[in-house]
Every structure is written in C-alpha cells, then in structure tokens.
C-alpha cells in the first residue's frame, strides 16, 4: 500500500510513454524483418535456379557453335565375288594305250568298265616278226663277234711283228683298224639284239595308274601296229576316276585373286544341284591373250564315282574382291569441285576429295585419299566446310 501509494501521477505518465516509443519502435523494424527474410529466401531459391539457367545457356551456345556429327570408318573391302564357271569333268588322270611295236592281239584281260590297278596286264601281243627279226639278230652277233675276235688275235701278232720290224707301220695300222671296227660292228649288233628283246616285253601292256577302262578299239586277233606308225590308234583308253579334275577359265579380273588351296562348289544338276567340294590345285600362271582368262585347275574327291568324267558342271568361284576400301555411300559429298567426304581429325572436319570406284549400293568403292580407320562424316550438312570444328559421335558409341 505504501508502494502504490507511492506511485505519483507522474511516474504513470513516465511508464505509459515508454510502453507507447517500445510498441512504435517495433512496428518500424517489423518490415525490415520481413524484407529481409523473404531476401533470404528469395536468394535462397532463385540464384541456383539463376546458375542452371546459366548452365542450359552456355552448354546450348556451346552446341550451337559446334555442331554433333556421326562418323563411321573406312573399311577394308572384305567381300568375295562370286562367279559361276561351266566346266567339263575328267579324270584327274587320262590316259590312250598304245602298242609299241607291231603284232596280234593274242589275249585281252579287259573290257570297258573294268576297275584296274597300276601293273595289272591289259593286253597281251603276239609278234611273230619281231621274233624272227631276233633270230637274226642273234645269228649277226655270234658272227661280228667271231670276227672281232679272230680280228684281234691277229693284232696281238701283228704287235709281235711290229716290234720285230718285220712288217711295215703301215700294215700293222690297216691291221688295227680292221680290229676296231669288227669289235665296233660286233657292239652293235649286241645293241641291236638288245632293243629287239626290249621290244618283246612290249607284247604286254600294263595299266599306268589304278583307273577304269573307258574305251577300247581291239579285239581278239586284231592287227596292231607301232603307235609311231601312220594310221596307230589306241587299243584302250584308261581314266583314273577317285578324283575328277575340272580345267576353269577364269576371267582376268579374278585372274590375280585366285590362289592354290581356294575352295570350290562343284555342282551337276544331274546330281540334283548338290554342291560338291574341291581344291584349286593349280594354275596355268600367264593369261590366254586370246580368251583373256586363266586356266585353272581344281580336284574334287571322288571316292563313291557318283562324279563321271565327261559331265558338264558349274563351279562356283568365290574369289576375294580387289583390295579396295569401302564408305558408306551416305557419307558422299558431292560438289562444284568434285566428290569428297569429312574426314574428323581430332574434332576437326577435313573435306577429302576421293574417286569412286564400284557402287555397292549402301557403300562404295574408294580407289584413293582415304586409309582404313579413317572416321568419315555420315549424312554431312550442305554447310560442312574444311577446319570447322564438330563433335564426332560413332555409330553406336562416342568417338
């Protein structure tokens, strides 16, 4: 009571203007707050948001001045050709039997068809001529040897003489001379008898190779003559058929692709078309300047004869197409100065002249200006020019 008693009119009035200055100076600083907290929050959202927009805008001036371009790479021309080439069959091994001398035909072991090996007997000779013409040979040997050698028993004395100086040089010379020509007449006639007995075994003919019997001209006493006469003709005709041969004619521009080992589809279309392997063994090396080809050589095997010398075949040939390189055709840049492409070079486009060889459609063939690897321009813009800098994305990855 002595407290409020106390309280005087002018201490209230003191008390009651404090309270009014607090409550105005607080309701001054009420906006500043608010300003400054909606800054803060402001700054807090925005200038990130201010950043990315920055970023978008580089990263789209950036693009904007280098240009995205997809690249693929010149390749090396893997490919085959293909070509299909008529062909006759034969047999890897042909042969014509002839006699070699005159004579009959005493026995014949073989008729066409029949399957021999190598040695077997096909024909057996009878010649009575030659027979008779080896008597007498036999009959002159026994005399030039007789003579030879009476000869030189009278040299050996005329040697004797010679030293003994009772006959002349002279004679003792002739003397020497008579005994070197009946030793040479006497040579001779061994030679003669000789070749005489060598044409004897020719009265049987052998077969050369295992093969089979195609054709023959004789029969039982049939007259056969020499084959160097005028008129000879085959008495069989053999063919080795395990293997077959096929001779092609491969055009010259193949011609320096094809290699021995290459393989090959034969196929008959009496056989139902069926591809029937074989092997280039051989090549004749030189073009025909006539045929402007290359004849060729290839095997095939044999071993059930369903392959018969004499069928006519089409081989397929699949060589190895020209060592060229390949572009895809979508890369062509064609102009006022001529073809080209964009080569990149380290995110640099350098336009290439080149000169097209064959079109394969979605690629061609590049002769020059251009190495396997190098990244070329796909679907290049009208614009693209030399030194203008891209980034080069690969089909199917980046570059």
Same mark, same amino acid.
């Given at each position: 009571?002595?407290?409020?008693?106390?309280?005087?009119?002018?201490?209230?009035?003191?008390?009651?203007?404090?309270?009014?200055?607090?409550?105005?100076?607080?309701?001054?600083?009420?906006?500043?707050?608010?300003?400054?907290?909606?800054?803060?929050?402001?700054?807090?959202?925005?200038?990130?948001?201010?950043?990315?927009?920055?970023?978008?805008?580089?990263?789209?001036?950036?693009?904007?001045? #280098?240009?995205?371009?997809?690249?693929?790479?010149?390749?090396?021309?893997?490919?085959?050709?293909?070509?299909?080439?008529?062909?006759?069959?034969?047999? #890897?091994?042909?042969?014509?039997?002839?006699?070699?001398?005159?004579?009959? #035909?005493?026995?014949?072991?073989?008729?066409?068809?029949?399957?021999?090996?190598?040695?077997?007997?096909?024909?057996?000779?009878?010649?009575?001529?030659?027979?008779?013409?080896?008597?007498?040979?036999?009959?002159?040997?026994?005399?030039?040897?007789?003579?030879?050698?009476?000869?030189?028993?009278?040299?050996?004395?005329?040697?004797?003489?010679?030293?003994?100086?009772?006959?002349?040089?002279?004679?003792?010379?002739?003397?020497?001379?008579?005994?070197?020509?009946?030793?040479?007449?006497?040579?001779?006639?061994?030679?003669?008898?000789?070749?005489?007995?060598?044409?004897?075994?020719?009265?049987?003919?052998?077969?050369?190779?295992?093969?089979?019997?195609?054709?023959?001209?004789?029969?039982?006493?049939?007259?056969?003559?020499?084959?160097?006469?005028?008129?000879?003709?085959?008495?069989?005709?053999?063919?080795?058929?395990?293997?077959?041969?096929?001779?092609?004619?491969?055009?010259?521009?193949?011609?320096?692709?094809?290699?021995?080992?290459?393989?090959?589809?034969?196929?008959?279309?009496?056989?139902?078309?069926?591809?029937?392997?074989?092997?280039?063994?051989?090549?004749?090396?030189?073009?025909?300047?006539?045929?402007?080809?290359?004849?060729?050589?290839?095997?095939?095997?044999?071993?059930?004869?369903?392959?018969?010398?004499?069928?006519?075949?089409?081989?397929?040939?699949?060589?190895?197409?020209?060592?060229?390189?390949?572009?895809?055709?979508?890369?062509?840049?064609?102009?006022?100065?001529?073809?080209?492409?964009?080569?990149?070079?380290?995110?640099?486009?350098?336009?290439?002249?080149?000169?097209?060889?064959?079109?394969?459609?979605?690629?061609?063939?590049?002769?020059?200006?251009?190495?396997?690897?190098?990244?070329?321009?796909?679907?290049?813009?009208?614009?693209?020019?030399?030194?203008?800098?891209?980034?080069?994305?690969?089909?199917?990855?980046?570059?």
């Amino acid at each position: 009571m002595m407290r409020s008693a106390m309280r005087t009119p002018a201490s209230s009035s003191l008390r009651a203007g404090l309270r009014t200055s607090t409550r105005a100076r607080h309701g001054r600083m009420m906006p500043i707050v608010f300003v400054l907290i909606f800054a803060g929050l402001l700054a807090a959202g925005l200038l990130p948001r201010l950043a990315q927009s920055r970023a978008r805008a580089d990263e789209s001036a950036r693009s904007t001045a #280098v240009p995205t371009v997809f690249t693929e790479p010149v390749k090396r021309d893997t490919t085959t050709t293909p070509f299909e080439l008529p062909a006759t069959l034969t047999g #890897v091994h042909e042969a014509s039997i002839f006699a070699r001398t005159n004579g009959f #035909v005493r026995q014949l072991r073989v008729d066409i068809g029949s399957p021999v090996r190598a040695g077997d007997t096909l024909v057996v000779l009878d010649m009575p001529e030659l027979r008779e013409q080896e008597r007498q040979a036999t009959a002159v040997l026994e005399q030039t040897e007789a003579s030879a050698k009476l000869a030189k028993t009278s040299l050996d004395r005329w040697k004797q003489l010679a030293t003994q100086g009772v006959v002349t040089p002279q004679e003792f010379d002739e003397r020497t001379a008579t005994a070197n020509v009946t030793d040479a007449n006497a040579r001779a006639a061994r030679a003669n008898l000789a070749n005489l007995r060598e044409l004897q075994r020719f009265g049987v003919l052998v077969a050369p190779f295992h093969g089979v019997v195609t054709a023959r001209s004789i029969d039982i006493g049939s007259l056969v003559v020499a084959g160097a006469a005028a008129g000879a003709r085959p008495l069989l005709s053999l063919v080795q058929t395990d293997t077959v041969r096929v001779m092609l004619q491969v055009p010259q521009s193949a011609a320096p692709r094809v290699r021995v080992g290459m393989r090959t589809a034969v196929v008959v279309s009496d056989l139902g078309n069926e591809e029937i392997m074989g092997t280039v063994v051989r090549t004749a090396g030189a073009i025909d300047p006539v045929t402007r080809t290359l004849l060729t050589e290839v095997h095939v095997p044999n071993a059930q004869r369903r392959l018969l010398p004499g069928m006519f075949a089409t081989v397929r040939l699949k060589v190895p197409s020209s060592p060229s390189l390949r572009v895809p055709a979508i890369a062509l840049i064609v102009r006022g100065d001529g073809t080209q492409v964009a080569r990149v070079e380290k995110d640099t486009v350098r336009l290439v002249p080149i000169t097209i060889g064959r079109d394969y459609g979605t690629s061609l063939e590049v002769l020059g200006g251009l190495q396997p690897g190098d990244q070329v321009v796909v679907n290049p813009p009208e614009s693209m020019a030399s030194g203008q800098p891209v980034k080069a994305i690969a089909r199917g990855g980046v570059k």
